[in-house]
């Protein structure tokens, strides 16, 4: 089982994201590494997770109407203080990681908002500026629509797919703003209509809806799914790490954390039944608590 460095995060020296961040885990010889990127006006991506500037940076407005040229002067806010470290554009990742071995793999998380949405110019971007790293790079996304798009657009970039815009289970009360609105008859979020009432058993309807959400992005060769959805799944009698795997596709469960003494649980639960990866915030921390379970 391999661990993935959410946001790049390699100790606690530089803000996640962060171009230098980025930097540390090359320089650490971490194995994969996640970033978010958004798309920017004229073809670029900025290293951010959130629809807007207020959100994380200096700045102010959509991240989706920023151009690299209105983001110049704009730092990244961490621990709620103005940092010296300046947005990161997706063109200065690809600059820094060409001449390096480490990491195998970048993973770039693909935001997709209403104010900067997956068009096709945007992707074609998106893929003509990792294809310097090869198939050292794979774009995952909630948007299986965007990644029907990449697909076609680049073959052979990699792929990876997070259906919980469709079916997940939400500790958060704060993404209560985001599909899916609903709370199902099997105690899932799901605004399918097969979550509707209760009709067979959980484990019947999540399998029905697993084969469903499989046709919307079967050219994804991981899925990302959250470690307590897939948990609960397994209370439920239905375990998706089997089911993907059976059709040839990975599973990295998201995110487990070791100073969470019941993500260090979960995670050996998942390790267990098969999971390929795992994302957290600290991987050496968590690669010391599950033993020889985890390599990053």
Same mark, same amino acid.
């Given at each position: 089982?391999?661990?993935?460095?959410?946001?790049?995060?390699?100790?606690?020296?530089?803000?996640?994201?962060? &171009?230098?961040? =980025?930097?540390?885990?090359?320089?650490?010889?971490?194995?994969?590494?996640?970033?978010?990127?958004?798309?920017?006006?004229?073809? +670029?991506?900025?290293? &951010?997770? +959130?629809?807007?500037?207020?959100?994380?940076?200096?700045?102010?407005?959509?991240?989706?109407?920023?151009?690299? $040229?209105? &983001?110049?002067?704009?730092?990244?806010?961490?621990?709620?203080?103005?940092?010296?470290?300046?947005?990161? =554009?997706?063109?200065?990742?690809? +600059?820094?990681?060409?001449?390096?071995?480490?990491?195998?793999?970048?993973?770039?998380?693909?935001?997709?908002?209403?104010?900067?949405?997956? !068009?096709?110019?945007?992707?074609?971007?998106?893929?003509? =500026?990792?294809?310097?790293?090869?198939?050292?790079?794979?774009?995952?996304?909630?948007?299986?629509?965007?990644?029907?798009?990449?697909?076609?657009?680049?073959?052979?970039?990699?792929?990876?797919?997070?259906?919980?815009?469709?079916?997940?289970?939400?500790?958060?009360?704060?993404?209560? +703003?985001?599909?899916?609105?609903?709370?199902?008859?099997?105690?899932?979020?799901?605004?399918?209509?097969?979550?509707?009432? $209760?009709?067979?058993?959980?484990?019947?309807?999540?399998?029905?809806?697993?084969?469903?959400?499989?046709?919307?992005?079967?050219?994804?060769?991981?899925?990302?799914?959250?470690?307590?959805?897939?948990?609960?799944?397994?209370?439920?009698?239905?375990?998706?790490?089997?089911?993907?795997?059976? !059709?040839?596709?990975?599973?990295?469960?998201?995110?487990?954390?070791?100073?969470?003494?019941?993500?260090?649980? =979960?995670?050996?639960?998942?390790?267990?039944?098969?999971?390929?990866?795992?994302?957290?915030?600290?991987?050496?921390?968590?690669?010391?608590?599950?033993?020889?379970?985890?390599?990053?």
């Amino acid at each position: 089982m391999l661990l993935i460095h959410h946001a790049a995060r390699c100790g606690t020296v530089y803000p996640p994201g962060s &171009l230098s961040a =980025l930097r540390a885990c090359a320089e650490a010889r971490a194995r994969l590494v996640e970033v978010d990127v958004q798309p920017l006006a004229g073809g +670029d991506f900025a290293l &951010l997770h +959130d629809a807007l500037l207020e959100e994380g940076t200096t700045g102010h407005g959509p991240v989706g109407l920023q151009s690299t $040229r209105t &983001l110049e002067g704009v730092y990244l806010v961490w621990r709620g203080q103005p940092t010296g470290e300046p947005v990161a =554009l997706l063109s200065q990742v690809v +600059d820094l990681l060409r001449a390096r071995p480490f990491p195998e793999e970048l993973q770039l998380d693909l935001k997709v908002y209403a104010s900067a949405p997956a !068009r096709e110019a945007s992707l074609q971007s998106l893929a003509d =500026l990792v294809a310097p790293l090869g198939r050292r790079v794979r774009v995952s996304t909630t948007a299986d629509w965007a990644l029907r798009h990449l697909h076609a657009l680049a073959p052979d970039l990699p792929l990876g797919f997070d259906p919980l815009l469709y079916l997940d289970v939400r500790p958060d009360p704060h993404e209560a +703003d985001t599909p899916p609105f609903r709370l199902g008859a099997y105690g899932y979020r799901d605004d399918h209509p097969l979550a509707c009432g $209760r009709w067979g058993s959980a484990a019947e309807y999540l399998r029905a809806r697993a084969e469903a959400l499989w046709v919307q992005a079967p050219m994804a060769g991981i899925w990302y799914i959250r470690a307590h959805t897939l948990a609960r799944a397994l209370d439920d009698g239905f375990d998706w790490i089997a089911f993907l795997h059976g !059709r040839g596709a990975l599973v990295a469960a998201w995110t487990l954390d070791a100073t969470e003494p019941a993500h260090v649980d =979960l995670a050996r639960r998942l390790a267990a039944v098969g999971v390929d990866r795992i994302t957290t915030n600290d991987a050496p921390a968590l690669a010391a608590a599950l033993g020889q379970r985890a390599e990053y």
